[in-house]
């Protein structure tokens, strides 16, 4: 026969396994959710972690080339720089030697070059030479004519130049002048040479 105290204790028994049973289910969910939750930590970790490495990589490899860039330029500015003073250098040789250039034999030859040349320049009916001291001995009045009627100018010749070598030719009232000193003339030159002497220099060109 059973008894009110049996069946409370059956019943008891009952309710506790579904209790427990129950609380399994929930910890196997929780332990599942755990799992989860963790491991899509952990995909999300490696993600991060990787885009950070491509993102160092990166910019590692945007600093070396930019650092590469900034030593060729800094190269280059050198060469350059070095370049420059050598020509400078050489020009300032050439300068200096100017002034032996009336001694040499075909100086006369030199300087009615360079009158004619002048006198195309200066585009005026009337003109006058200011000559260096050498180059009046050159102008005599055989060659004087000549270059009158050769530029088709009334010519005549004035004092030396201020400074230099050579041949200046203006209108009297000193309005238009062509210099063709030698110093002005290599002034001039310097920037259409500088790049045949520095070939000349590296051994470029015999």
């Known amino acids: 026969m059973v008894t009110v105290e049996g069946n409370i204790e059956a019943l008891s028994q009952a309710i506790l396994s579904e209790a427990r049973a129950e609380i399994d289910e929930l910890k196997r969910n929780a332990q599942s959710q755990a799992d989860s939750v963790r491991k899509r930590a952990q995909e999300s970790a490696t993600k991060e972690r990787t885009a950070i490495v491509e993102q160092a990589i990166q910019e590692a490899r945007r600093l070396r080339s930019q650092a590469t860039a900034t030593a060729q330029l800094k190269a280059r500015a050198l060469e350059l720089e070095h370049r420059e ?3 400078d250098s050489v020009f300032q040789a050439v300068a200096e030697r100017l002034p032996k250039v009336p ?6 030859a030199i300087v009615i070059h360079l009158a004619r040349e002048a006198l195309s320049q200066l585009r005026s009916d009337v003109g006058e030479l200011l000559l260096d001291e050498a180059a009046r001995g050159v102008f ?4 004087l004519d000549d270059l009158a009627k050769t530029a088709s100018v009334q010519l005549t010749v004035g004092g030396p130049p201020a400074a230099g070598f050579g041949v200046i030719a203006r209108t009297p009232d000193g309005h238009l002048q ?3 000193t030698l110093e002005t003339r290599l002034r001039r030159m310097q920037s259409s040479i500088r790049s045949v002497v520095y070939r000349v220099l ?3 060109v015999e």
């Open 85 to 87: 003073r050598l020509l």
């Open 178 to 180: 062509f210099d063709n």
């Open 202 to 204: 590296m051994g470029e």
């Open 103 to 108: 001694q040499r034999e075909d100086y006369g």
């Open 140 to 143: 005599t009045q055989d060659i």
